[in-house]
């Protein structure tokens, strides 16, 4: 009767580890492959990225797409802005010119702006002209274009108009 016991017992124990086996096998770890950089996490098999940084991965700057020289066509005004990565923050970046407005003659201003995948946003103050921003990114035709319209507060004056910005090559 012993014997019967220990070969039902270790027949169970068998049965056990092979059905644990099994369980786990079939359960896979769609975040075992998967390096979400600069913080990122995997949830899904996909990374969640922090502010600042986007990519399947978590591996490109938000604010790097948007930094070049851009012609900046509004009413019957061509100009030319500048916008630079923030080097201290991967959600900012330093819009120059916007609105060819200018601090002394000949002078231009460089406004903070906040970057998220498809907006740029500013508010900000500088040489007493308080600007307020909202420009849409978009790049599907090969061409980046910032879109959208700006209010600018100086000497008791408000200048508000629509804006388009094409990224030059």
Excluded: W
Aim: hydrophobic share 30%; with cysteine.
């Amino acid at each position: 009767m012993k014997p019967f016991k220990n070969v039902l017992f270790s027949a169970m124990l068998t049965l056990g580890a092979f059905g644990a086996i099994t369980y786990t096998a079939c359960n896979k770890d769609e975040c075992k492959d998967v390096v979400c950089q600069n913080g990122g996490s995997c949830a899904g098999g996909n990374c969640s990225c922090p502010a600042g940084y986007e990519g399947s991965r978590c591996e490109t700057l938000t604010n790097a797409k948007y930094t070049g020289t851009y012609t900046a066509v509004e009413s019957s005004s061509v100009y030319v802005v500048t916008i630079t990565a923030d080097p201290t923050n991967p959600s900012k970046v330093l819009v120059k010119n916007l609105g060819n407005y200018g601090c002394t003659l000949g002078g231009d201003i460089t406004y903070e702006g906040t970057t998220s995948s498809t907006v740029l946003t500013i508010d900000d103050t500088k040489c007493s002209t308080h600007m307020t921003a909202t420009l849409n990114y978009n790049s599907a035709s090969g061409v980046t274009t910032l879109t959208g319209s700006y209010t600018a507060v100086y000497g008791g004056i408000t200048d508000t108009y629509s804006v388009t910005l094409t990224k030059n090559p």
